[in-house]
């Protein structure tokens, strides 16, 4: 009885926990972060997303950002919004409550059951809601935890931003500024161009005008620039490996070598082969004195004999590069050696690169949102997060016309730079670049992502 008791009571710990987390959240992306992730302690599911009007669906489990522009974020948009209108209070969800337009791809989208639990204000304002998929129908011990957890999140969701509008709000502090000041000309009697608020605005219209640096941040790494790239020159079976990981090398030396038996083998074929040719030939040439029909087959025996010669060259040649040595100086960048060993290649597969030590650039994918002009020779700083004091300074190379999709399932687009100066850092180092683009005013600055938000809200 008392192990029941425990086990009952888990769930109301959980949301314990989770309210005191939500009480001590001091930035709104951990809140968000908690609504889509953290909700499974209180029920078992398999997708999440967070809705806020306004803002669109602005979290996802399982994904760090959103991209507006996906194809699923649009979808979605469009189900919460459809819910926020129909649905008041939290109800379990089934693909036929929606509209035929968006039920066609509930299947492609999201499991057979859901659950809405709107977030509305205490006057009874809808400020968005939580939609949770899963395989299992939902019950109503779920349904009433899920429904008090987001009530706890929207009161800490409402406080935080209450908090920061009353820290941020210079605005408001800027016009009652000097108000218990004197003022000896009556307002009414001031001519327009001399009240306080036609000043207070024309000083931000002057602000707005002032040129800044258009920037974005993307993930970036050292890679070389040029590396000679090893690739298998036949198709066989890898034996040893005779270097490391970024081991330095000289030119010429053993990189590695194929295993020998199936090659030798198949040359001790074509030798046979060759011999057992040569052999018919010459008794054809004994017969041919005698008969006639012999002398007719020396000429294809010749060619025989000619092709088994070829056939023996050729792999005689193939056993001679059965060892890969390296074409240049520099270090070798390839995979874990115990990973190759034993491993049968194919003609032209890539197996390492080498590598010059001063021979790196800086790879950046600059993801679909944050896609702005970059002239050629914009300047691009990485900070490694190995070394982030000590910035690494460079210039664009070229930007990529077409994104591609990356191992995240993100699409962005590939950035080359060029370093400036004496490199001291090796190559495989990961961190944050700037990318530095044109001058434009700071109200464009300020305005552009709240802007794009908007336009791919309105799907304008």
């Not at 993930?219 to 090893?230: F, N, Q």
Request: proline share 6%; net charge neutral; aromatic share 8%.
């Amino acid at each position: 009885m008392a192990e029941q008791q425990s086990f009952d009571a888990r769930p109301l710990l959980a949301l314990l926990e989770l309210a005191r987390r939500a009480r001590q959240a001091e930035e709104p992306a951990v809140l968000r972060f908690m609504a889509v992730n953290d909700s499974h302690e209180l029920a078992a599911y398999r997708q999440a997303a967070l809705w806020l009007v306004g803002k669109g669906a602005c979290a996802l489990s399982g994904v760090v950002q959103v991209e507006a522009n996906a194809p699923y974020v649009l979808w979605l948009n469009k189900v919460c919004a459809f819910l926020s209108l129909t649905i008041k209070e939290p109800q379990m969800l089934l693909s036929t409550d929606l509209p035929s337009e968006l039920e066609e791809q509930w299947r492609e989208w999201l499991p057979g059951h859901a659950l809405w639990v709107p977030l509305t204000s205490d006057d009874g304002q809808m400020l968005g809601g939580l939609l949770l998929a899963r395989d299992l129908p939902w019950i109503d011990r779920d349904k009433a935890l899920l429904s008090e957890w987001m009530g706890i999140w929207t009161h800490a969701w409402r406080a935080m931003h209450s908090a920061l509008s009353t820290q941020g709000n210079w605005f408001s502090r800027l016009l009652s500024f000097g108000r218990s000041q004197k003022i000896n000309t009556p307002a009414s009697k001031k001519l327009w161009w001399q009240r306080r608020s036609t000043m207070v605005l024309g000083l931000l219209f002057v602000v707005s005008l002032i040129p800044v640096r258009l920037a974005v941040l993307a993930p970036a790494e050292l890679v070389p620039s040029d590396p000679a790239v090893i690739r298998s020159p036949l198709e066989g079976v890898l034996g040893a490996f005779y270097v490391q990981p970024n081991q330095q090398v000289e030119e010429g030396d053993l990189l590695f070598e194929f295993d020998e038996a199936i090659i030798r083998s198949r040359l001790e074929v074509a030798r046979f082969a060759l011999a057992t040719a040569e052999s018919e030939y010459r008794q054809a040439a004994q017969q041919a004195l005698f008969d006639e029909r012999s002398k007719t087959l020396l000429s294809s025996l010749t060619g025989t004999i000619e092709e088994r010669k070829a056939e023996a060259q050729y792999q005689e040649t193939q056993l001679t590069r059965t060892q890969v040595r390296a074409p240049r100086s520099g270090i070798v960048l390839f995979d874990d050696p115990t990973e190759w060993s034993g491993r049968p290649v194919r003609i032209g597969e890539r197996i390492m690169r080498v590598a010059a030590a001063a021979d790196v650039e800086v790879e950046a994918w600059v993801p679909l949102s944050d896609a702005i002009p970059l002239p050629s020779g914009a300047p691009v700083s990485l900070y490694l997060n190995a070394s982030p004091l000590d910035p690494v300074r460079g210039s664009l190379r070229y930007l990529a016309h077409d994104a591609v999709e990356r191992p995240d399932g993100t699409y962005a687009y590939r950035l080359r730079a060029v370093i400036d100066g004496e490199m001291l850092h090796r190559v495989g180092l990961k961190g944050t670049a700037r990318i530095s683009g044109e001058s434009v005013p700071l109200i464009y600055w300020v305005l552009r992502r709240p802007l794009a938000s908007v336009r791919a809200m309105l799907a304008i």
